[in-house]
């Protein structure tokens, strides 16, 4: 109801005032705000958030993607990174989703549970190719949540 009236120059503002230019990122799942952020400070990184797609969102001007966790295929993802576009994906907040991100290149995680993610990420790091591999090919045929939780799963 009027708020969002120059709402960019506001953000913009308020952010600047904080001397915080270099410690944020912004994102809109309104493509039309995401745009007129980013032709305001050019220099600053913004994202489109979305759930549903018409079109390819790969088209849009924006330095990152963030999409809820089905629409980050391997080939979408793929596509953003040749249209030089980071990939974050929403909102994993178990092991299967937050393995199944990675495996396909997302580039960030978007979640509820940081702690989770970073432990998931830590042991990913630790396994070998073709441990990834086999822990992808478990997720892909239903691996249970629990077990990929569990402590000793992620063993290298």
């Known amino acids: 109801y009027g708020r969002n009236q120059r709402l960019e120059e506001k953000v913009a503002a308020i952010v600047e005032a904080a001397g915080m230019e270099n410690d944020c990122i912004y994102m809109s799942l309104d493509h039309t ?3 007129k ?3 305001l400070r050019p220099a600053w990184r913004v994202g489109v958030l979305s759930a549903k797609a018409i079109g390819d969102l790969r088209k849009l001007e924006a330095d990152f993607l963030a999409v809820e966790a089905r629409m980050a295929t391997p080939g979408f993802v793929r596509g953003a990174h040749r ?3 980071h990939v974050y994906v929403w909102t ?7 393995l199944n991100a990675l495996s396909r290149g997302a580039d960030g995680l ?3 549970r940081p702690d989770l993610a970073r432990q998931v990420v830590a042991r990913r790091a630790e396994l070998s190719d073709a441990e990834r591999v ?3 090919l478990l997720i892909r045929v239903g691996a249970r949540t629990e077990l990929l939780a569990a402590e000793e799963f992620l063993q290298p």
């Open 92 to 98: 994993v907040n178990d092991p299967a989703w937050i």
């Open 134 to 136: 086999a822990v992808a």
């Open 33 to 35: 705000t995401a745009w």
């Open 110 to 112: 978007i979640t509820d």
């Open 37 to 39: 952020m980013k032709h």
């Open 83 to 85: 249209a030089g576009q």
